[in-house]
């Protein structure tokens, strides 16, 4: 069923604004820009807020309910990120502003740095890569240059295990570099003796390196991970950890002890920010001092250290967010006996150059700085925790009415089977579609692909357990009426605006146009 469109609620001469009078000569305006016709709607204010509450009710968000969509960390999005992301000073700063008119932004882009180091275990980040693909193919150029300036250009192959996101190939093609696929076994890690081959073989000196996702997009943890590392590094290579699931590890694992030389963040993911319908995102990478010379510039350093009184305010610490207000005689009396560091832009030695205009998208900065300041150190590992314990709780649960094709414990997200093996034709979508007449969004479908019929479930560490068990009860509601009345998931969504879209024709031919030609 379709809204009135507000063009069809309009009359003529009906106005929503009193505009104050022109106290300015009126002139005309070019003829070249102006329309005979620009059927504008005529409307009051009401049915503008009408119309746009109605419209925003359409698409469902993680504000009205679980969305547990696998692989995307569909957490929710504390308000004190956007509160702190609209602070004047911040969002109306000009990315051309010198560095002396940039302090804050710059201590503030510099402590991102340093934290998100500290939380993985490498010694530096740049924060320029505008998302988690970009960061991968940050990564991969790193490596590649790595081997170049080494002599070992003819190190053109990176390892990727069958489980692998979509992105990690892609990154290794798009970088000039070479796939070689590894098989997973049948505890979903990866086939550790196809890994040997691979790195004992005429293979080994074109081997550049490996690109993993820890834990894999089975959201499994890979138990061999430190033989993986080790024997990718014995053959020469580098070791690539996409990090996009770092809400399983932060505050429990860091990535550059085990051994990686390189990772992204995805701050939109790990650290929040509204993301999804393709925002603006952050995918930061961490490297260790191998690295370290070739990231994407620029990244922040401290360019004149202060004195030791002003480092001592106690703002390097992961405590939970004070008022950062000083009253004027603090502050004289700061200025007086302190000079803070300043903070400025730098190239890397042998970087890579430039991802982005400017320095990356700063608001996510301010975002996942603003997440991380909240929660300090002990919280970041609560939410680890949380996230673990969430998804266990769910795949214990939906085991008995689902089959969880590799029936062991898991990371913060798990991969079920969307079908039955009593009843014909159900599938995965089918599922996905009748959950949301029981108002919640699907899961991942059909990812990752080595699973049939796969549902990727990510509950996150922000759902109560009465929202899990709502939704168990929605899973196992429907799991019945696929023996019942299955044709009712085959016909879901019932309760939608829309009922099945043709999803590649809905991608591919988006209407953008606010009055779109309707039906007669
Ligand atoms: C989301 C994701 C990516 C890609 O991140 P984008 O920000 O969407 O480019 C890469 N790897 C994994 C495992 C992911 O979940």
């Known amino acids: ?96 502003t010198d560095e002396c008119g940039s302090q804050g932004a710059l201590f503030l882009m510099h402590e991102l740095q340093t934290w998100l180091g500290e939380i993985s275990g490498f010694d530096a980040v740049s924060l320029t890569p505008a998302a988690g693909a970009q960061g991968e193919f940050a990564g991969i150029l790193m490596i590649r240059q790595y081997h170049i300036d080494r002599g070992e250009g003819q190190r053109d192959l990176i390892l990727v295990p069958n489980s692998a996101h979509g992105t990690n190939p892609a990154t290794v093609t798009m970088a000039g570099m070479r796939v070689h696929e590894l098989p997973s076994n049948n505890q979903g890690n990866v086939d550790m003796d196809a890994l040997q081959v691979a790195c004992a073989g005429e293979l080994r000196d074109r081997i550049a390196g ?10 499994l943890f890979e138990s061999t991970i430190v033989d993986v590392i080790a024997t990718v590094q014995d053959a020469g290579g580098l070791m690539y950890m996409d990090g996009a699931n770092m809400n399983a590890l932060m505050g429990v694992v860091k990535p550059g002890e085990l051994g990686f030389d390189v990772m992204h963040y995805n701050l939109h993911k790990t650290f929040s920010t509204p993301h999804g319908g393709g925002g603006p995102g952050s995918g930061a990478v961490g490297v260790n001092a191998k690295l ?25 610490d992961m405590s939970p967010l004070q008022d950062a207000r000083t009253d004027d005689e603090d502050v004289g009396a700061t200025n007086l006996a302190a000079r803070a560091p300043l903070y400025g832009f730098v190239m890397p030695e042998k970087s890579i150059g430039r991802l982005k205009a400017f320095h990356g998208n700063f608001g996510m900065h301010l975002r996942a700085y603003a997440y991380i300041r909240v929660y300090g150190d002990s919280g970041i590992r609560d939410v680890t925790r949380y996230a673990v314990l969430n998804a266990n709780y769910l795949r214990a649960k939906l085991m008995k009415s689902y ?30 579609k009748r959950l949301m007449d029981y108002g919640f969004h699907p899961p991942t479908n059909y990812f990752p692909l080595i699973v049939p019929e796969a549902l990727l479930i990510e509950p996150t560490e922000t759902e109560t357990k009465a929202d899990l068990d709502e939704f168990v009860a929605a899973m196992e509601a429907i799991a019945e009426e696929a023996r019942d009345d299955p044709e009712l998931l085959r016909q879901a969504p019932h309760t939608a605006p829309v009922r099945r879209l043709d999803e590649v024709r809905a991608a591919k031919e988006l209407v953008l146009c606010c009055a779109p030609a309707r039906p007669a």
Do not use: W
């Open 403 to 432: 089959k969880a094709p590799y029936p062991r414990y898991c990371g913060h997200e798990f991969v079920l089977e969307g079908h039955f093996a009593d009843v014909n034709d159900v599938h995965a979508l089918d599922i996905s």
């Open 292 to 316: 370290a010379p070739y990231l994407p510039g620029p990244i922040v350093a401290i360019v004149e250290e202060g004195n030791a009184d002003a480092s001592e305010g106690g703002r390097h």
């Open 1 to 96: 069923m379709l809204q009135p469109l507000i063009y069809d609620i309009g009359e003529p001469g009906r106005v929503g604004v009193n505009l104050p009078k022109c106290d300015v000569p009126k002139v005309e305006l070019p003829a070249a820009l102006m329309r005979a016709e620009l059927a504008l709607p005529e409307v009051g204010e009401v049915q503008v807020v009408r119309h746009f509450v109605k419209l925003s009710k359409l698409n469902y968000s993680i504000d009205q309910g679980l969305y547990p969509l696998g692989s995307c960390t569909m957490k929710y999005n504390p308000k004190i990120n956007e509160d702190a992301a609209r602070l004047p000073g911040f969002a109306q700063l000009h990315p051309l």
């Open 210 to 219: 490996m690109m993993i996702t820890v834990p894999s997009t089975l959201g």
